[in-house]
């Protein structure tokens, strides 16, 4: 199986818990530091080839926005669920802007439903 590879970039620099769900999932988690780390994600996920990025902000757009328009990844911003980012990686979503939402639930649900679009489960 290969091992999904999801960056997370939050714009107060946390994202810690995420990143243990992507773990625990059995993917592999960089976690961007700093305070403005939403507003960096497109351009690691670009360097690391990732498979999947989460952005973190108060409306769950501006990282994630930026990556699109910067390097072309399909967006889904502005989420308030796991539910919405499960159905936008299963629309084909590889950049997911959420609002605050620093749980472990939601990086493991997110790579399940990753393995499950893509045929890794």
Same mark, same amino acid.
């Given at each position: 199986?290969?091992?999904?590879?999801v960056?997370i970039?939050?714009?107060? /620099?946390?994202?810690q818990?995420? +990143?243990?769900?992507?773990?625990s999932? !059995?993917?592999? &988690? %960089?976690v961007?530091?700093g305070?403005?780390?939403?507003?960096?994600?497109?351009?690691i996920?670009?360097?690391e080839?990732a498979?999947?990025?989460i952005?973190?902000?108060?409306?769950?757009?501006?990282?994630?926005?930026?990556a699109?328009?910067?390097? /072309?990844?399909?967006?889904r911003? +502005?989420?308030?669920?796991?539910?919405? !980012?499960?159905? &936008? %990686?299963?629309?084909g979503?590889?950049?997911?802007?959420?609002?605050?939402?620093?749980?472990?639930?939601?990086?493991?649900?997110?790579?399940?439903?990753?393995?499950?679009?893509?045929?890794?489960?």
């Amino acid at each position: 199986m290969k091992e999904i590879l999801v960056v997370i970039g939050d714009r107060l /620099g946390k994202g810690q818990k995420v +990143g243990a769900g992507v773990e625990s999932a !059995g993917g592999k &988690a %960089i976690v961007i530091p700093g305070v403005a780390a939403d507003m960096k994600l497109g351009d690691i996920m670009n360097a690391e080839k990732a498979d999947l990025g989460i952005s973190f902000c108060g409306s769950g757009g501006a990282g994630a926005i930026t990556a699109q328009n910067k390097y /072309g990844y399909k967006v889904r911003h +502005g989420m308030r669920s796991i539910e919405e !980012g499960e159905t &936008a %990686i299963a629309d084909g979503c590889t950049v997911l802007g959420f609002g605050f939402m620093d749980k472990e639930e939601l990086g493991e649900r997110l790579v399940k439903a990753f393995n499950k679009k893509y045929g890794n489960a």
